[in-house]
């Protein structure tokens, strides 16, 4: 009987995540054992300091590729959001199944809009892209660090001693933790805010040279996802390629197009770019590049480099 070994970060949303995958992996194929490996990283360690003071590339990775290469482990479940737009040396994303929903939520118990929260309220999230964005909409918001799991997050939305009004999250975290029927969080449009490159997306990372991995995992591929999130990368690449940017993009296959909006915004969301357009599906890289290549010629660099 052939074994996998999968790595995982510990959060139960990581756990849960590589649970799923196991689960496609035994159902596609027979006499197949498939456990998993739970890892520490960089950015699981540090739950104090704001994410965006200890990021960079790696935060939540490097210590599954580090695994990886050392052949502890025999494939890497990640979200696809925190993974660095180049390939590391001698890993691929070898598989990348069919997406979660892809929203950004509001949740708070004082309103279902940005637009109706009160006055200079307190939101709670440690991303930059969302920052930027709800300050774009809102410029009198407060917003405030958070950090921790989802559970860990709702609980600080619900103790007065924390001192907020509204925390952001993804829909796809609450679609995979089971956390659909909470009736106080509300997807927010997105003309209002684009989510993540990647977000909503798993990437199942393996070693580049290792065809018979790579075989068993192929099946997991969803080719509508792996072009929407093709394109969405090559956009942040194009930008300069960190996961921590005030950069939102969304890549949306229809029929045997591709279309994909981008925003590059300035953290305190005063200056916002976006950018749109279309193509067929195989070129979904150039896209992105082509849209990263005019948000730069639009100003994109100096919002950036604030």
């Not at 739970?38 to 200890?54: A, C, F, K, S």
């Not at 695994?67 to 990348?96: F, N, Q």
């Not at 960190?242 to 279309?259: F, H, M, N, R, T």
Request: net charge neutral; proline share 5%; hydrophobic share 40%.
């Amino acid at each position: 009987m052939k074994t996998f070994v999968i790595g995982s970060r510990r959060s139960l949303l990581a756990q849960t995540q590589s649970k799923l995958v196991q689960q496609m992996l035994l159902a596609m194929w027979e006499n197949l054992e498939v456990k998993i490996e739970l890892i520490d990283t960089r950015g699981d360690l540090n739950r104090q300091d704001p994410l965006p003071e200890i990021g960079g590339k790696g935060l939540f990775t490097a210590e599954l590729e580090a695994a990886l290469r050392e052949e502890r482990i025999d494939l890497a479940v990640h979200s696809l959001k925190d993974l660095p737009v180049e390939d590391s040396p001698g890993l691929t994303v070898v598989a990348v199944p069919e997406r979660a929903p892809t929203q950004d939520m509001l949740v708070s118990r004082q309103a279902n809009r940005i637009e109706e929260l009160p006055q200079e309220a307190a939101v709670g999230t440690s991303s930059l892209r969302r920052a930027a964005q709800i300050l774009a909409r809102r410029a009198d918001l407060q917003i405030k660090d958070i950090r921790g799991n989802v559970d860990t997050r709702l609980r600080k939305l619900d103790d007065p001693a924390h001192g907020y009004d509204a925390i952001l999250l993804a829909q796809a975290g609450l679609h995979r933790l089971g956390r659909t029927n909470l009736n106080y969080a509300y997807p927010i449009p997105y003309h209002v805010m684009l989510p993540a490159p990647g977000q909503g997306a798993l990437g199942i990372q393996g070693r580049a040279n290792d065809p018979e991995t790579t075989h068993y995992l192929q099946v997991l591929e969803h080719q509508a996802t792996r072009a929407a999130i093709t394109a969405e990368r090559a956009f942040l690449a194009g930008l300069g390629g960190g996961c921590s940017l005030p950069v939102g993009a969304l890549g949306q296959v229809k029929d045997e197009s591709i279309e994909l909006q981008g925003i590059v915004a300035s953290p305190d969301g005063r200056r916002v770019i976006r950018v749109s357009g279309s193509n067929k599906v195989d070129s979904a890289r150039l896209l992105g590049q082509k849209l990263a290549a005019e948000a730069l010629a639009r100003g994109a660099a100096e919002l950036l480099n604030l």
